[in-house]
């Protein structure tokens, strides 16, 4: 087989544990055809080949993104942004500057906000004093709370409060109206429905199907929106990614796109298993693993909420919250239903993934998947816990024991990115720093890792990531938490296509797999690790095919 692209002069990390280094490789209908020194794989080329001289920079696989939001932050990156805004007027500016541009929004929608980026609680006066005559709302950074205006609660249906399953709150006032605060996506979803962007949000609010069915000229419509994430997402090195949320409509888009030639990443979606739902929904885990099974669409397992995030006090938690006593919230599956669930979705040969923040959460999962072992033995599951942001010292060595994946977001350590140490360490309490965010604890016990940004919740750049994990900061009273820049780079590439069962297709540069391979601007070994975030990347490759190619660069 001949080669249609050669990489060449660069500094390779195949993460092959049997051939860690490179200097070139060889590429043709979409897979790997050589890999090793410059002149022996420069001498592979024919006429048509395309020859690449990456100027003694990176080469390493495409990044794998192990948690992320594809249909979600496609969408939102046409909302206002807040990240970075604080305070009141520079909150209203940004909010009338985008009325202006979008005088025919239905939904003033903004992303980014955080849970004091005002002086005192947020309500909906507050953002009747902005924008009174408009729908307009906020979701904060982590994707669990919204607030919205008087206008946006009145449309939705939702004013003078609602019926919402356990765990999903619209927050009442003493004067028996909404507040404006709207705690997890059952209860802020009639207020995202007013964008139009309802049937996208159903993956994870509802873990249902769109009804009556979306036509041809709406699913057009949301094809451009995942089309607009996945283009995004090139830009930043990533060849496959871990869609944590949905259900067939959305396979059914990504297919579409895969049918237009547009799927340019490899993509795995979940079925959403939801508390209401009984043992009998996995049969539609079944069938959309059945329908979606090739090396760029796939499902394969179950997504499952065990709490919510700590700022907003829904994280279930083994001890109480700080100033709340008796108070540690409830997992939105009891133990025996989430051992019995477990159990059932394993012994149909489903991986499962469960978000679980706080320690009560990661336990109750823990013992989930422990019962699951002891119903079926145990086998090549790969069941995940993701994020893992608290955790009883005695569960740390149960997760590599039962080869349990730490799936972990190394942007969500407070101060590490974006995210600023408080109000977060308040809610988590002085005595608990130490036994929060773990990292390098967790892979010195022996619990696989697989990294991952959680976009649209932060940055979806797999370089500030990686940044973050480098640098992040020692908490008072804690160990360190920082890993070395080879395990950074495996749980983003390798580390993650393992977690997902897709090892045998993509994650290491050996000759056979696929062609998914990111170049970077520079050497980031020789980086220091404070200016990895500076790095750029170059060129994306995946199946063979550039997906992004920056300008001037890699010609």
Request: aromatic share 6%; with cysteine; glycine share 10%.
């Amino acid at each position: 087989m001949t080669p249609e692209m050669i990489l060449t002069n660069a500094r390779i990390l195949t993460m092959n544990p049997a051939d860690h280094h490179a200097e070139a490789i060889a590429i043709g209908q979409g897979r790997i055809l050589a890999i090793g020194h410059r002149r022996e794989i420069e001498d592979l080329a024919v006429p048509g080949t395309e020859v690449v001289d990456c100027g003694g920079a990176t080469v390493l696989p495409g990044f794998f993104e192990s948690h992320l939001h594809l249909v979600l932050g496609g969408a939102e990156l046409a909302h206002l942004q807040l990240t970075h805004v604080d305070g009141a007027e520079p909150l209203a500016r940004a909010f009338r500057d985008f009325a202006a541009r979008h005088p025919d929004h239905p939904l003033l929608m903004a992303q980014g906000g955080h849970y004091t980026m005002l002086d005192h609680p947020m309500t909906r006066h507050d953002l009747d004093a902005i924008i009174a005559d408009r729908p307009i709302a906020i979701g904060a950074h982590d994707h669990h709370t919204v607030w919205a205006n008087t206008a946006a609660l009145k449309a939705a249906g939702i004013l003078e409060g609602a019926a919402m399953p356990h765990g999903h709150e619209v927050v009442m006032g003493a004067d028996g109206l909404a507040t404006g605060e709207l705690r997890e996506f059952e209860a802020f979803a009639p207020v995202i429905a007013l964008g139009g962007e309802a049937r996208l949000n159903l993956g994870i609010a509802t873990g249902e199907e769109p009804s009556p069915w979306p036509d041809a000229a709406a699913q057009a419509i949301d094809r451009a929106k995942v089309a607009n994430g996945l283009a995004h997402a090139a830009r930043h090195g990533i060849t496959s990614m871990v869609n944590m949320d949905g259900n067939r409509y959305t396979l059914d888009l990504l297919r579409g796109l895969q049918a237009e030639g547009g799927l340019i990443a490899r993509v795995r979606v979940p079925f959403h298993f939801k508390p209401h739902m009984d043992l009998s929904a996995l049969d539609r885990a079944e069938t959309m693993t059945r329908d979606f099974d090739d090396d760029w669409l796939s499902s394969g397992f179950v997504k499952m909420f065990m709490d919510g995030v700590i700022d907003s006090g829904t994280a279930f938690r083994l001890d109480d919250y700080p100033g709340r006593p008796g108070y540690h919230s409830e997992p939105l599956f009891p133990g025996p239903r989430f051992n019995e669930i477990a159990a059932e979705a394993d012994r149909r040969g489903l991986q499962i993934a469960v978000h679980a923040i706080g320690d009560g959460a990661v336990r109750t999962t823990i013992d989930g998947y422990e019962a699951a072992q002891r119903a079926n033995g145990r086998r090549d599951s790969r069941h995940r816990i993701e994020h893992i942001e608290m955790i009883d010292r005695a569960d740390i060595p149960r997760l590599g024991a039962l080869g349990i994946t730490a799936s972990l977001q190394p942007p969500h350590a407070p101060g590490a990115m974006d995210f600023a140490m408080f109000p977060t360490f308040d809610a988590i309490g002085r005595n608990r720093w130490a036994d929060a965010y773990l990292c390098r604890t967790l892979a010195e016990a022996g619990a696989p890792l697989a990294f991952a940004s959680d976009w649209p919740v932060t940055d979806i750049s797999v370089l500030r990531g990686i940044q973050a994990a480098l640098t992040r900061p020692v908490y008072e009273g804690a160990e360190d938490q920082r890993v070395p820049l080879m395990q950074v780079l495996h749980a983003y590439t390798a580390g993650g296509a393992w977690a997902a069962h897709r090892d045998q297709v993509t994650g290491m540069l050996r000759p056979g797999l696929a062609a998914d391979i990111v170049v970077l601007s520079g050497d980031i070994e020789a980086t220091p690790p404070e200016a990895v975030a500076d790095l750029t990347v170059a060129l994306t490759i995946c199946g063979g095919r550039v997906t992004y190619r920056k300008g001037g660069q890699c010609s």
